[in-house]
Structure formats: structure tokens, C-alpha cells
């Protein structure tokens, strides 16, 4: 994205237009409300920075940083190889049923890792599933679960960015390394895989970012991160006064993540020339066929089959057979109306967000300057902020300007904006960037209005970007976490808050239901998302 | 921009939806913020609801949050009424004065030592802080079990024992009781000396008890009924023991639940039939005791058989009113030892 910025820049400009304002002020605000309040954490963490350096510096701060660190780490390392390895598997051999492998390695998406985590606690512990059947335990807590229940449900992620980086590869590139007299391992260090190394690079900040704030699945897998520090510390009564450090460092975490993804995406980029571009020829896994089918086939029972299956029959006895406690206690039909919730909510963010990233978008390809640029810049400031930092950035900012805010659905949207519009805004810029400019500006010079100029050609020519930018930040407001929880008002459990009170009161048949609509209602955007991508080259993340 | 306005209306229309169904929770209905596990509240609402007509509204949560949301919310109430699982946080929403006296003739009937002197907050139930250990565990590493509290310092435990983390209400309230029968300098001596053996830490009882049941920690911080709780759900190999007990014991820490009203919230008539019904109903209280294993707190409801009656343990002489004092010096306390 950064590099077509750049692009765009050497082509020459058509004659100096007067100022959009109609673009500008609007774009201004969005970027304001966005940036407004990392800023403001920031600043207050720096306000009183003699206690935001002993917060800092205090072992057990130091402690969880190797601890987020050490679990980054190895989760995204185990996500990459499953993720690659699964891709590779897919994209680059005669394994059968590529097409349903495509779609179906990817649905695990749609389980959000705390779901996850559930399932693991009643497969793997003591007196669990395995347990009952064959007498096995491995119990997943602590730092080992943690990074396997992490490593599993984010695979998807590198599963589906190495292989569009396998499939956009031509053949050709291989061939012309041959001919030079390469061999096979030379050619995969020094052509297949830069052309991975974006892949790789994206398929590790998704995982390392579950680990740093993903609360959620390290309470029930009691596992100590900077991200379940920043969740006692936001329920805690009164003491949030160590919080804005923790934030800061959970921020400086993540732009470390970025660093590091964008090394890996480095300043080169590959354009297959449409003319030569050929399918990579398949290996031939011949006899090794079976082992491979039973690979891919494990993970996705273990990711996929088994928790719908437990979900299913959880669900089930609770709404056929409750038991005696189950039927004393509340029943599990709040779960629909949490779904109704769910779908309203995500539905308006994603609506809200997509319309609002429009403007930036245009503002960027239309003008050059410092303007554009410090909006473009403070729209993704989104990005540096896990979700639990941006509740307690959110949290902060209202409790000091607009207490009477707190707890209303306009707040939630709000936090979503921070923490989606960049993902949004980068859906749009990237049709935007594919947009024939020539075009407006034939419409522009026969007199059309901008506004016509837009709906009339542009509109039409963006639309898919559009469907898939609303998808993404429609599936990832479904499936959130932190906002729900923390930020909702009074009556607005969402089927993620549902799912989380039931495990955290230790019923876990209770999860079930609102974790099983969940993961349907995040199945079917994800499925469309996937459509879209594969059509148009959109990402996914 | 059709198009354009036409997604931007749709998503407002959506806004206005959200905000008006049902789904939503209804106007006029009594708000309520929880801090206590769901399952010992919802039932009592749902036939609160039944029997009235009225609608409630519950947003359940960590204490601590909801605690701060009151407080944030001191000009503009959203909440009628709070619930809580800890006394000394009700004690501080009292000294701040975002509680409003509520001494109906239906309450009166709570004995004086579980409500506030004035009105302001009022039991609903009672529980003991105990000790839980898994018998296998402590028979494997040929441990006998703690007999105090006071003993968990003991490098025996090491990395044995499984508690809240010390930031969660009921360890708060906890140090502050040791603060009060022993003194400040003891109870922070205590804390480092405890963080030193290195206990699990978690969220909150359910997960003490599920990781005691599970064998992963020998002996675990937590109130009484997640024992029983235990127990029910079918683990055979834990045991409960009250600590501190004998001549020289300083007893087990003893506190209640309780509810406030919000000071100023929407709906106060609905907020005080709700008080009547959750802390003087003969049904709340029976649920309390029988659903919960909760010590009632209403004259002439039987405690549940399995629970050790009152009359066979010595508590812990704290005051609430003073657990609500040191609060907040206690957080300091418990903030600054961490930082060390």
C-alpha cells in the first residue's frame, strides 16, 4: 500500500483544484476521533511518569513482557507453520479437493480463540473429554496451551496470505531460476521465498497480536500477559492508575509487531506480468498423499469439527435435558436475543466505519500534501492499539471529557472506529488505488458535480471493495471481545459477552448456545470475504 | 451520492433500531448492575419480573468495573440499583454518597449487623472465607493441610496454592481484615512474604475451585460456596476447612453480600420493590441458602445441611464499616508490593 502511495506520486497531477473541503473536514474528524485517544493515553502516561517508569520497571512488569513475548513468539510460530505449511500443501500439489480446502482451512477464522479455549479446557483437562474416553489428560494451561490454543485458531491467517503469495506467483519465475542452473533448495531460499516474505510477515502480527491482548483466552488458560493485566486492571475498583503504562507498553508492543511485519513485507514487490503468468506446476506428493490428507484433515477436526461438534452437544442437552442446576438457573433463550444484538451491532459499526473511511480514502489519492498525509497517518493509529488498550484509551478519554458517554452504544461504535477503520480504510484505498482516475475525470470535465461524479462512476467500480471492507469489519465487531464487554450499556449483552459471563461462571454448557450462533453468524461474512478476496485480491487481514 | 446517502441512512436507521428494540433493554425498566455470578441472580429476577410485571435490566460484571461505573455515572445515575459480592466496596460507594438510605419496614427485618447504619446498602446473604484442598494432591506431595491462613507463607506451599489475583475484591477485603486484627506493618510483611511462595493466581472463585477439583494446586483461597459448588458438580476428593479456629485463632473472615440503591438512578419505586424482594423474600433467602449454600441472612431460613452451621465457628471481630476504610490503603498496599 505504501509503495502505490509512492507510485502515485510520480505521476504528474492535473492543474492545482482549490481545496475539498467537502472531503477534508469530514476526514479531519474521523481522524481526530480516532487518534484522540491513543494520544490521550499516551499523554497521561507520560504525565505522571515517575510512576510509569516503576510500573515500568518493576519486576513483574518485566516479567510479563518476556511472558507476552515468549507466547508471541511461539504461537506465531506455530500459526506460520501450520498456516504455510497447509498452504503449500494446497496451492503447490496434487492434494485433492483443493477448492474445498481453500474455503474450509480458512473457516476456522470464524472461532474466536476464547471459544476456543473453552473447548480445549473440556477436551484436554483433567476429568475432560479425552480423559472420560481414554484416560488421557494434558491439562492446556499455562504457557504451552496458550500458544497452541493461539497458534490454531489464527492459522488462517498465514494459511490464507501464503497462499495468495503462492497462487499470484507465475511458474515462469521458477523456470528462468532453472535455467541458471539452481538447484531446487537454492531456488526456494532465493525466489519462492522473498516472494513469501509478506505472507509471513502478516501471517505472524495477527497471532502476536492475540497473544499481547487477548484477554479473553489467557484468563480461562491462566496464562499472564500484558493483556489480562490491562483486564484486571480496568475491573479493578478504583486502581486503574498503573493502566495507562501497561497501555503504553502493550502500544510500543504492537508498533514493535509492525516493525517487524513491515521488514518482512520489505520495500520490493512483485508484479507477475499478466502475459507470461502461468500456474506453478504441481508436485506430485504420490505416496506421501495420505499422510498429507490426514494433516490437513487433523487440524481442521481439531479446529473446526470438534468445537461445533462440542458446542452442538452442549447446546443440545441444554435445551433438551437441562439438568436440575441448569433449570434453577437461567435458561439459555437470552442467547438469541444476544444474536439479534450481535448482527444490529456489527451491522451499524461496519456500515458507520466503511462510510466514514471513504473520505480519507479519496483524500489520499486526490491530494498531496501534509494535510492528507496527517489524516492518513492518524487513521491508522487503529492499528497500534490492541482491543483491550483501545477500551481503556476509550475508557480514560470519556471518564475525563464526557462521563455521562460511558456505557452508550455511540461509545461502542466510537471504540470500533478506533480499532477498525484502518482495516476499513485500507479495504477502500485499495479499490481506490485500482480506480481508472481518467475516468472521473472525463465526468468531471463533461460538468458533472463531484457527488454525481462519485455515485456514477466510482461508486459502481468500488462496490466490491466496499462489500468486502464492510465484511471484514462486520466479522471482526461479531467476534469482539473487549468493547462488548467493558464498554456496552446496561441490557446490551452481545453473543461474545454471553459466551465470556457463562465461562467465567464456570457454566460451561451455557457458552454453548451463544458460542455456537457466533461462530454461525461469523461463518457466512467469512465465507462471502472469502469470495471477494479470491476474486479481486483484497486482503484479509 | 444516492448510493452513498443510502448506506449512511441505513446505517443511522440501524443505529435508531438498536437503540429502540426491545433488544436493547426498555425504558422504564429497573437497571440493575451485578457483580455477582449470574446464575444466583437471574432466576430471582426472572421471577421478580413474573410476579410484578415490572422490567429489569441486568448488566453483570466484575464489581469492581461496575463499582466505577456508579461513581462515573454520579451526576447522570443509569443504574437503580447495585448488587455486590464484596461488603467494603458497597462501604466505599456509601462514603461517597451515591447510595441512597433505603430503610423499608421489609428490610428492617435484616439483622442491624448486615446493613448500613443508615440505610444505604443491605445484606442479602452471607458467606465464609475459607480454605479448599484437593486430598490427592496434598496426600501426594505428603502434606498435611493448612490449619490457618497464616500458614499459607509457609515455604511448603510453594507455587501450591490457587487464589484471585490480589487486585480481586475478596483478597482486598481480605488484607484489609488482616490489617484490622493484626495490624499494618504485620499484613504487609504477610502479603510480601505470601507473594514470595508464588500462588496461581486467577479470576475469581470458580476458577479456584475448578483448579482445585482438577488437582493443579494443593490448597485454594476462596469463599465457602465454591466448595459446595464443587461438591455438587461431582468432585469426591476436596475438603473445606475453616481456618483459625481454637482458643487462639482469629477466626474465619465472615462478610455479606448486599444491595444498594443508586443515588438519583431512573427508577427508584422499582428499585425499592427490587431491594424488598431480593433481601426480605423468604424465597430470595431460601434460594440463597439452598442454590448458593450462602448463610441466609432472614430469622427462620434453614441454612442448607451441608454447610457448617454458624453456631460451630469462630469468625474473624471486623467491623464492615472499617473493611470500607481500608480499602483503598490497602489497594495502595497491595499496588506497591506488586510493583516491588
Not at chain 1, 221 to 237: M, N, S, V
Not at chain 1, 361 to 389: D, E, K, M, N
Request: aromatic share 8%; with cysteine; proline share 7%.
Amino acid at each position: 500500500m505504501r509503495n502505490a502511495a509512492l507510485e502515485r506520486r510520480a505521476i504528474p497531477t492535473p492543474s492545482p483544484r482549490p481545496l475539498p473541503w467537502g472531503l477534508l473536514i469530514p476526514s479531519a474528524i474521523t481522524a481526530a476521533v480516532i487518534a484522540a485517544p491513543m494520544v490521550f493515553l499516551i499523554a497521561r502516561a507520560l504525565g505522571r511518569l515517575p510512576l510509569t517508569i516503576a510500573v515500568l520497571t518493576a519486576p513483574r512488569t518485566i516479567g510479563l513482557l518476556a511472558a507476552t513475548l515468549a507466547l508471541a513468539g511461539a504461537a506465531s510460530s506455530l500459526s506460520l507453520i501450520l498456516g504455510a505449511g497447509l498452504a503449500y500443501l494446497v496451492e503447490r500439489t496434487d492434494l485433492p479437493g483443493r477448492r474445498f480446502w481453500r474455503v474450509a482451512l480458512a473457516l476456522p477464522l470464524a472461532i474466536p480463540p476464547y471459544l476456543g479455549a473453552i473447548v480445549f479446557l473440556h477436551v484436554f483437562s483433567r476429568g475432560g473429554v479425552l480423559d472420560r474416553a481414554i484416560g488421557v489428560a494434558i491439562p492446556p494451561h499455562g504457557f504451552a496451551g496458550a500458544a497452541a490454543v493461539v497458534g490454531l485458531y489464527t492459522f488462517p491467517y498465514s494459511f490464507l496470505f501464503t497462499s495468495a503469495a503462492l497462487r499470484h506467483a507465475s511458474r515462469t519465475l521458477d523456470e528462468v531460476a532453472q535455467t541458471t542452473g539452481r538447484s531446487s533448495a537454492r531456488i526456494f531460499w532465493t525466489v519462492t521465498l522473498p516472494l513469501l516474505r509478506p505472507a509471513v510477515g502478516a501471517g505472524l502480527f495477527f497471532p502476536s497480536l492475540y497473544a499481547l491482548a487477548d484477554f479473553g483466552t489467557m484468563v480461562l488458560l491462566r496464562y499472564d500477559t500484558l493483556g489480562t493485566e490491562l483486564y484486571y486492571q480496568l475491573t479493578a475498583f478504583f486502581d486503574r492508575s498503573a493502566a495507562a503504562a501497561i497501555g503504553l507498553q502493550a502500544i510500543m508492543l504492537t508498533l514493535g509487531f509492525l516493525w517487524i511485519e513491515a521488514r518482512l513485507r520489505g520495500k520490493r514487490r512483485f508484479h507477475p506480468s499478466d502475459a507470461s503468468w502461468r500456474p506453478p506446476a504441481p508436485r506430485r506428493l504420490a505416496g506421501r498423499k495420505p499422510a498429507a490428507m490426514l494433516a490437513a484433515g487433523g487440524i481442521l477436526v481439531l479446529t473446526l469439527v470438534v468445537p461445533i461438534a462440542l458446542l452442538a452437544a452442549w447446546a443440545y442437552a441444554g435445551l433438551v435435558h437441562p439438568t436440575d442446576v441448569e433449570r434453577l438457573w437461567a435458561s439459555g433463550s437470552g442467547a438469541w436475543a444476544a444474536a439479534i444484538r450481535s448482527l444490529l451491532l456489527a451491522a451499524t459499526a461496519a456500515t458507520v466505519i466503511i462510510a466514514l473511511a471513504v473520505p480519507p480514502a479519496y483524500l489520499r489519492v486526490r491530494l498531496i500534501g501534509w494535510p492528507a498525509w496527517a489524516i492518513w497517518a492518524a487513521c491508522q493509529t487503529g492499528y497500534a492499539l490492541p482491543g483491550i488498550a483501545v477500551v481503556l484509551a476509550v475508557v480514560s478519554l470519556i471518564n475525563s471529557m464526557a462521563p455521562w458517554l460511558y456505557g452508550t452504544l455511540p461509545v461502542m461504535i466510537g471504540a470500533f472506529m478506533v480499532r477498525y477503520l484502518s482495516a476499513g480504510l485500507r479495504a477502500v484505498d485499495s479499490g481506490l488505488t485500482q480506480l481508472p482516475q481518467r475516468l472521473g475525470e472525463a465526468a468531471r470535465g463533461l460538468g458533472q458535480r463531484p457527488a454525481a461524479t462519485f455515485r456514477l462512476i466510482d461508486l459502481p467500480l468500488l462496490r466490491a471493495h466496499l462489500v468486502a471492507g464492510w465484511v471484514l469489519v462486520f466479522l471482526n465487531v461479531l467476534k469482539d471481545l473487549p468493547v462488548s464487554l467493558l464498554l456496552r450499556p446496561p441490557g446490551f449483552d452481545t453473543l461474545p459477552v454471553r459466551t465470556w459471563l457463562s465461562a467465567t461462571d464456570g457454566i460451561y454448557r451455557q457458552a454453548a448456545l451463544p458460542g455456537l450462533l457466533l461462530i454461525a453468524a461469523a461463518a457466512l461474512p467469512l465465507v462471502i470475504l472469502l469470495h471477494y478476496a479470491a476474486q479481486r485480491g483484497i486482503e484479509v487481514g | 451520492m444516492r448510493g452513498f446517502s443510502a448506506v449512511v441512512a441505513a446505517g443511522l436507521a440501524l443505529l435508531a433500531l438498536t437503540s429502540a428494540a426491545p433488544v436493547v433493554g426498555q425504558s422504564g425498566a429497573v437497571v440493575v448492575y451485578s457483580g455477582r455470578r449470574e446464575p444466583l441472580i437471574l432466576p430471582l429476577i426472572e421471577r421478580f419480573r413474573r410476579e410484578t410485571g415490572m422490567q429489569v435490566t441486568v448488566r453483570s460484571g466484575a464489581i469492581g468495573e461496575l463499582a466505577n461505573l456508579v461513581l462515573e455515572e454520579r451526576n447522570r445515575p443509569r443504574a437503580d440499583v447495585v448488587i455486590s459480592n464484596e461488603v467494603s466496596v458497597l462501604e466505599v460507594l456509601r462514603r461517597e454518597g451515591v447510595l441512597d438510605p433505603y430503610l423499608g419496614a421489609a428490610v428492617r427485618r435484616i439483622p442491624p449487623a448486615y446493613r448500613a447504619h443508615d440505610g444505604t446498602w443491605i445484606g442479602l446473604s452471607a458467606r465464609a472465607h475459607i480454605l479448599m484442598v484437593n486430598r490427592d494432591r496434598l496426600a501426594w506431595s505428603r502434606l498435611r493441610a493448612p490449619a490457618s491462613m497464616l500458614d499459607l507463607v509457609d515455604e511448603q506451599w510453594r507455587a501450591r496454592i490457587v487464589m484471585p489475583v490480589y487486585t480481586n475484591e475478596y483478597i482486598v477485603g481480605w488484607l484489609s481484615a488482616l490489617r484490622l486484627v493484626r495490624g499494618d506493618r504485620w499484613t504487609e510483611l504477610f502479603f510480601a512474604r505470601l507473594r514470595d511462595v508464588r500462588p496461581v493466581l486467577v479470576a475469581g472463585g470458580t476458577q479456584v475451585r475448578e483448579t482445585i477439583s482438577r488437582g493443579e494446586a494443593a490448597v485454594g483461597v476462596a469463599n465457602h460456596y465454591y466448595y459446595h459448588l464443587q461438591v455438587a458438580e461431582g468432585s469426591k476428593n476436596i475438603d473445606i476447612i475453616y481456618p483459625d479456629q481454637g482458643p487462639d485463632g482469629m477466626g474465619v473472615l465472615f462478610s455479606p453480600t448486599g444491595i444498594g440503591i443508586v443515588m438519583g438512578g431512573p427508577n427508584p419505586a422499582g428499585a425499592r420493590r427490587l431491594v424488598d424482594f431480593l433481601a426480605a423474600d423468604r424465597r430470595a433467602q431460601e434460594f440463597y441458602a439452598k442454590s448458593n449454600f450462602e448463610y441466609p441472612l432472614l430469622d427462620g431460613v434453614p441454612l442448607h445441611p451441608s454447610v457448617r452451621p454458624l453456631s460451630k465457628f469462630t469468625r474473624m471481630n471486623v467491623s464492615y464499616q472499617q473493611l470500607g476504610e481500608l480499602r483503598e490503603s490497602t489497594l495502595k498496599l497491595v499496588r506497591e508490593g506488586v510493583l516491588r
